[in-house]
């Protein structure tokens, strides 16, 4: 792996754009997690509302991916539903049966709330990893249900919550996902890599903002790096702003850390595994697929969707994942305007002849 210490690489023109050409070669290990081994250390974020089931299928038809993860799935409410002997959540839609190594990403505040989910997870569907969300900033999950990136201003308690977990899941190995702290004047993540691993986490994600900061401005990679020097044998993973094979690449190249999961941009672009994967060994970066190739990658999410959902459900869930197919091409905007209306499969269709975008915009940006 290589070592910041030794090597920094500015971030120049080698690790911008989007060409073919290949990148600089450098040393880059497989991930291990626990006894898992994560090949390519490239792992697809866990995100609210997007990362079911269909949009994984699509991700693991490009390849590119070492690690998938579901939705976050309220641990509060899987066990209710036990409770009610009702179906498990869509979150967990196809986790059962889909090909390994999958990762479900939990929430809760309650160290025997998530133990007991983290158990049924095993032992009734195998999941390869257990991940633990303290980063969600969104305030139904921090100030009302005291869960997420609300946890990460007490220790103690996410100390007490990984090491029940780590026990009730053994020998399925359990990780952690922070931020940097709950706002630029209280960041904590060193304290907090500390007590991941001191709890038995087996790998600790982060993402390079601060709670308070959602999704605004831009990762501070520096601050991830810093955190690599206060774990002492478990891998660091960061996140944010990965939007390019480039720019996965100067990560591990600049900042020292041993995974990288990549989030948003790949919501409209789930090729984009496979290009940094490619980047990563020194090869040849795919091309981005054609705009009719793209459309067909989404009419293919679309139907994996509607025979879950229904059309009713499947095409309003579709609307927003066709917004994020359109991002950063010529027109996408006109798209967008009309997608956002359509209630049946053939409005749908129709919408997505009509207006789908038929020319890339270089000036705009490829994330959702």
């Known amino acids: 792996m290589v070592n910041r210490s030794t090597l920094t690489i500015a971030p120049d023109d080698r690790y911008r754009g989007n060409d073919s050409s290949s990148l600089p070669a450098i040393d880059v290990r497989p991930l291990r997690i626990g006894p898992l081994v994560v090949d390519p250390p490239i792992l697809q974020a866990p995100m609210a509302g997007f990362t079911n089931y269909a949009y994984r299928q699509v991700v693991r038809e490009y390849g590119g ?14 066990v209710w539903m036990e409770s009610q002997k009702a179906e498990h959540p869509d979150r967990l839609w196809g986790v059962r049966d889909e090909a390994r190594p999958l990762a479900v990403q939990i929430w809760d505040n309650d160290p025997e709330t998530m133990a007991k989910v983290g158990r049924r ?33 007490d220790p103690p308690r996410m100390h007490a919550i990984i090491s029940r977990l780590v026990e009730a899941c053994h020998p ?64 660091l993973i960061g996140n944010g702003d990965l939007d390019s094979p480039q720019k996965v690449v100067h990560a591990f190249a600049a900042y020292g850390v041993d995974g990288v999961m990549i989030a948003r941009a790949a919501l ?3 090729w984009l595994f496979a290009q940094a994967a490619a980047a990563l060994r020194g090869e040849p970066i795919p091309p981005e697929p054609t705009l009719e190739e793209q459309k067909e990658c989404m009419m293919r999410h679309f139907e994996l969707v509607v025979e879950r959902f229904g ?15 359109a991002q950063g091409k010529h027109g996408a905007r006109h798209f967008r305007s009309h997608v956002a209306r359509v209630s049946t499969r053939q409005e749908f269709f129709d919408v997505v002849a009509q207006y789908f975008p038929t020319e890339p915009d270089l000036a705009g940006s490829p994330q959702c």
């Open 65 to 78: 991916v070492g690690l998938q993860a579901t939705e976050m799935v309220n641990a509060r409410g899987f």
């Open 121 to 153: 997870l095993v032992e009734e569907f195998n999941v390869s990893v257990v991940d633990i969300n303290f980063g969600c900033p969104v305030k139904q999950v921090t100030e009302r249900a005291h869960s997420g990136s609300y946890l990460l201003k």
């Open 268 to 270: 409209g672009r789930p």
């Open 172 to 235: 399925t190995p359990v990780t952690a996902k922070i931020r940097l702290g709950c706002t630029r004047k209280n960041i904590n993540a060193c304290e907090i890599a500390r007590v991941v691993e001191e709890a038995g986490a087996a790998a600790l994600t982060v993402h390079g903002r601060t709670a308070e900061e959602y999704f605004r401005g831009h990762a501070d990679w520096d601050r991830i790096a810093e955190i690599k020097s206060h774990l002492k044998s478990i891998p």
């Open 311 to 325: 059309e009713e459900k499947g095409v309003q869930l579709m609307r927003k994942y066709a917004c994020c197919y």
